[in-house]
């Protein structure tokens, strides 16, 4: 397996611009995961799916941001309109269960995001 | 709500000198915990895990053991290898992963 596919993996845009970060999840994963990281706020749980339903968007930051699973093999998070503080890295994961299954959660290599 | 505390890094250590990273929780019930190793400009990958008490997760030389009465999850490694500088992750599962804030280990050869 390819493991988790997030593209692209860097990403520098200027600011009111938007912005969309794409994941595919392995392949029989029923959960996915977007995750951001930053140096102040360390990772942080943006929103999960479930069978491609959301079932937690608590940590969406505010209105801008917003994510879509139209099936169960691509996920979007889109930024409108981005702000410098946006600027962080954001990863996708999956897993079989919502505790990790056998094998835990799977992460991508990440999006680089910079809002200049 | 859940939480995960993790000691301050860095820790520095001397090639084969023995490791200890200590990981405490706050969570109701009995939730999955974790270690994540993240290295410089990677996502994170899975080191070990435990799903109840007293379960002991290994890999790689690492250790961690899964203790409900202090509610604790250190990490230990009996040497370290210059290959083991990365940034350390504690975490807890219920439903998705809260994670501790990290701890950046270098070991110095």
């Known amino acids: 397996d390819a493991g988790v596919i997030q593209s692209p993996r860097h990403e520098v845009t200027e600011m009111g611009q938007e912005v969309t970060l794409r994941c595919k999840p392995i392949?029989?994963?029923?959960?996915l995961f977007w995750y951001r990281q930053t140096m102040m706020r360390g990772l942080e749980l943006l929103i999960y799916f479930n069978n491609n339903v959301p079932i937690d968007d608590s940590g969406m930051p505010e209105d801008r941001f917003s994510a879509k699973m139209p099936n169960a093999s691509f996920s979007t998070l889109k930024i409108q309109p981005s702000e410098p503080r946006d600027s962080a890295v954001y990863f996708c994961?999956?897993?079989?269960?919502?505790?990790?299954?056998?094998?835990?959660?799977?992460f991508g290599s990440g999006t680089r995001l910079t809002v200049v | 709500g859940d939480s995960v505390t993790q000691m301050e890094g860095p820790v520095t250590l001397s090639e084969e000198a023995f490791l200890t990273i200590n990981c405490t929780y706050t969570a109701t019930g009995y939730p999955s915990l974790f270690w994540y190793v993240q290295y410089p400009g990677e996502g994170l990958q899975l080191l070990l895990k435990a799903t109840k008490a007293d379960d002991k997760g290994s890999n790689k030389g690492f250790e961690a053991t899964y203790r409900k009465e202090t509610t604790s999850f250190h990490l230990e490694k009996g040497s370290v290898q210059v290959s083991d500088s990365a940034v350390y992750f504690c975490?807890?599962?219920?439903?998705?992963?809260?994670f501790g804030s990290g701890t950046r280990l270098q070991v110095q050869p």
């Open positions: 392949s029989g994963h029923d959960y």
């Open positions: 994961a999956s897993s079989q269960t919502g505790t990790g299954g056998p094998n835990g959660y799977t």
């Open positions: 975490a807890l599962s219920r439903r998705a992963l809260t």
